[in-house]
């Protein structure tokens, strides 16, 4: 019995190989997956589901706010910060003007922080992200998403709305983009950032609603050039 122990060849090198290249294989397969922390039909219904649940309130701010009325300056009023109770400091989302919105949600309190952005249009698309970080947290819009939330909203969530109320995009990932961009640049320092497939960017799985803003060319998260 040792004598056989002792007798027995370990693997050869063409067998160690072999192993090597198939290890490989499916860490390129899974990789993506794992650190974009979803699946792409996943993060994709993510995106649906906040989009749906963002036009339906903005149809609602429509209906309340027309944009014909001569006493409303525009659809959308922006929280103050700092407040101010003078009305002729408020400021609108007007016709031919932008609105970015900016979630981050988690598995146990739902959305936690919402921001809001006026972008100019002459700025869309090349800055709506960077410029929509700048934006300020609006906790009514906040509580309008938590009340339509399906309860599994972990993540982070990008918008954008025109001047009509009409949400034109919506994007998930489970990563906050400020990473995403970080680590394209790093690797490939050259904007615009671009998908490298329907669903991710680099290593990223990305949601999008519609679906057809997941290809090249995606509005909101075009670098500056």
Not at 62 to 87: A, H, I, M, R
């Amino acid at each position: 019995m040792l004598r056989y122990l002792y007798s027995k060849k370990g693997f050869t090198m063409v067998e160690l190989i072999v192993v090597i290249a198939l290890i490989g294989i499916l860490t390129a397969i899974f990789f993506p997956m794992m650190a974009g922390a979803g699946k792409p039909q996943e993060a994709d219904a993510k995106a649906e589901s906040f989009y749906r649940a963002l036009q339906n309130i903005m149809i609602k701010y429509k209906s309340d706010n027309t944009l014909t009325d001569s006493s409303v300056d525009g659809f959308y009023k922006l929280p103050e910060d700092p407040p101010d109770d003078d009305p002729d400091n408020d400021v609108y989302v007007k016709d031919g003007e932008y609105l970015f919105v900016y979630c981050t949600a988690t598995a146990k309190d739902n959305f936690t922080d919402v921001k809001v952005a006026r972008i100019d249009a002459s700025i869309v698309p090349e800055n709506a992200y960077n410029d929509g970080l700048t934006g300020v947290s609006d906790q009514t819009l906040c509580d309008k998403l938590n009340a339509l939330s399906s309860g599994d909203d972990e993540g982070y969530y990008y918008a954008l709305v025109d001047g009509q109320c009409r949400v034109l995009e919506c994007y998930w990932c489970g990563t906050d983009f400020e990473e995403v961009f970080n680590t394209y640049e790093a690797t490939y320092v050259a904007p615009p950032i671009k998908f490298t497939g329907m669903s991710y960017i680099d290593n990223f799985c990305v949601g999008a609603f519609p679906s057809a803003y997941s290809t090249d060319g995606a509005k909101l998260f075009l670098l500056e050039s």
